[in-house]
């Protein structure tokens, strides 16, 4: 029989994450370490992965720090060149790399409309397509986990961009899924509700912060980065061999 532990092992396994120098990137890249993958950590702030990169050494695991901006084609090719020089071909890619600025869209100006989109659906479009093309050449199949998000489905005031693009994640991801399911490389997305990090925890402390999530969130809590382990290690691992081109929903109900 088949263990929960040998389901979602990836011992043998090497990852990649973007955004890994903060929120939800250090989460799942210690998460996919934790399980037995070694880690390339993705980001423009290197100083922060070297921080992530000892803790994960400290704890048995292997790590590797590589400069990236994702909305930068040449520093993609040059990080997955060191990662691979370090850990090996790339398995996992986890497409993590995202802002969003909050503006009503008759205020925003064409900057930030394309920064928006440049970073959170032209970033993960730039970094699979080079995960994708390497997974093809080696013929060993691999994943790729783009993070979406629950605004793709349920948009907000001030929100406009951030929606369009993660909405736009959504469809590249089932694109994605269609056109690589031929080489083994399968593709879905996770798309969080309103997790708790270090960047939104300040605001969620306040009165209005604590009012918006009883009526938004029929679970009436904020969601824990370690909400998303189960999602990002069932499409990583062995457990989602079957499963790609989905999207998963993990909101606390946001949504609904």
Same mark, same amino acid.
């Given at each position: 029989?088949?263990?929960?532990?040998?389901? %979602?092992?990836?011992?043998?396994?090497?990852?990649?994450?973007?955004?890994?120098?903060?929120?939800?990137?250090?989460? %799942?890249?210690?998460?996919?370490? #934790?399980?037995?993958?070694?880690?390339?950590?993705?980001?423009?702030?290197?100083?922060?992965?070297?921080?992530?990169?000892?803790?994960?050494?400290?704890?048995?695991?292997?790590?590797?720090?590589?400069?990236?901006?994702?909305?930068?084609?040449?520093?993609?090719?040059?990080? %997955?060149?060191?990662?691979?020089?370090?850990?090996?071909?790339?398995?996992?890619?986890?497409?993590?790399?995202?802002?969003?600025? #909050? #503006?009503?869209?008759?205020?925003?100006?064409?900057?930030?409309?394309?920064?928006?989109?440049?970073?959170?659906?032209?970033?993960?479009?730039?970094?699979?397509?080079?995960?994708?093309?390497?997974?093809?050449?080696?013929?060993?199949?691999?994943?790729?986990?783009?993070?979406?998000?629950?605004?793709?489905?349920?948009?907000?005031?001030?929100?406009?961009?951030?929606?369009?693009?993660?909405?736009?994640?959504?469809?590249?991801?089932?694109?994605?899924?269609? #056109?690589?399911?031929?080489?083994?490389?399968?593709?879905?997305?996770?798309?969080?509700?309103?997790?708790?990090?270090?960047?939104?925890?300040?605001?969620?402390?306040?009165?209005?912060?604590?009012?918006?999530?009883?009526?938004?969130?029929?679970?009436?809590?904020?969601?824990?980065?370690?909400?998303?382990?189960?999602?990002?290690?069932? %499409?990583?691992?062995?457990?989602?061999?079957?499963?790609?081109?989905?999207?998963?929903?993990?909101?606390?109900?946001?949504?609904?």
């Amino acid at each position: 029989m088949t263990t929960a532990t040998d389901l %979602f092992d990836l011992s043998g396994k090497t990852a990649l994450v973007t955004g890994a120098s903060s929120g939800l990137g250090w989460r %799942f890249a210690e998460v996919l370490a #934790e399980n037995g993958a070694s880690v390339a950590l993705a980001a423009r702030r290197t100083d922060r992965l070297e921080t992530l990169k000892g803790r994960i050494e400290e704890g048995g695991g292997k790590a590797v720090a590589v400069a990236m901006d994702v909305t930068d084609q040449a520093t993609i090719t040059a990080a %997955f060149d060191l990662a691979e020089q370090a850990i090996g071909p790339i398995d996992i890619v986890v497409n993590n790399a995202g802002m969003a600025i #909050e #503006e009503m869209l008759v205020d925003m100006t064409a900057e930030q409309w394309r920064k928006v989109l440049g970073t959170d659906l032209d970033g993960v479009f730039y970094v699979g397509q080079e995960a994708a093309r390497r997974m093809q050449d080696r013929g060993t199949g691999g994943s790729i986990v783009n993070i979406a998000s629950a605004i793709a489905f349920k948009v907000g005031k001030t929100l406009g961009a951030y929606a369009a693009a993660k909405a736009g994640v959504v469809q590249l991801t089932k694109a994605m899924a269609l #056109e690589l399911a031929g080489a083994n490389i399968r593709v879905n997305a996770i798309c969080p509700g309103y997790i708790e990090t270090e960047i939104n925890s300040a605001f969620f402390a306040t009165e209005r912060g604590q009012q918006m999530i009883q009526r938004m969130v029929p679970m009436k809590r904020l969601g824990d980065p370690g909400d998303l382990d189960g999602a990002l290690l069932l %499409f990583a691992s062995g457990a989602g061999a079957f499963t790609t081109g989905a999207s998963l929903v993990v909101d606390g109900g946001l949504v609904l």
